[in-house]
């Protein structure tokens, strides 16, 4: 159907590198994200042009949560065109609220507005059917069929342990990383090694109902 997207995940972000162009992949832009929405990023910009939390920031100018969230539409609105620059969001945050943005954190603004600017200009391509991820930044993303690549057979086999005190023994945090990249899919998993399979992989994954294509 339309809009079907699938998903690439390994645990490094560049194992896709040598092939996106001959699969037509691009990289999820949900690691431009620092929060779960446009509006998040746009209401922690102006955080930190204040130099404090969201939340004290609406305790100590007495915003409302509607208040406070117009606020965010507004720099929203204000990003979605080429001419909002570092400057219009100091002069939003100084007309607005009355207080002068500190040089200091000019950098981190500058870098946060791009971010957010980037990511409204690739919003309409978040549909876009073929896009790569690393495993840690695949949280919270979903699609209909998920690839998901092992470098070698021991992180495969360290993805499928099931043992809680292994798993809780597991300080790199490796196993919860198969949980992770394995409930991404709404339809499809499948799983791939990079390097060939042996007769212990493979019937541990025969143990889990996991179905071997010969290739």
Known sequence: ?????????????????????????????????????????????IATALDRSQRRVCT??????????????????GALSSDFTLKSLIDYVSEKFQHRVSDSRREILEEGLSHLKGHLATSQDRCHPEQCSSIRRAKGLEADAVLVVAKGLAELKKWF????????ADKQDK???????????????????LKPSDCETEALLASLGVTTVAD
Not at 178 to 192: K, N, Q, S
Request: hydrophobic share 40%; aromatic share 6%.
């Open 60 to 77: 100590e100018l007495k915003l409302s949560r509607l208040q406070w969230r117009q606020a965010g539409v507004d720099i929203l609105r």
């Open 161 to 168: 342990i099931t043992d809680p005190a292994v798993r809780n």
């Open 1 to 45: 159907g339309p809009n079907r997207v699938r998903l690439y995940l390994s645990e490094e972000n560049a194992t896709f590198d040598a092939v996106m162009d001959e699969f037509g992949m691009q990289h999820s832009s949900s690691h431009r994200r620092k929060t779960a929405t446009a509006l998040g990023d746009a209401l922690e910009l």
């Open 175 to 193: 196993c919860r990383m198969g949980y992770v990249a394995f409930t991404r899919p709404r339809e499809m998993l499948c799983i791939a090694c």
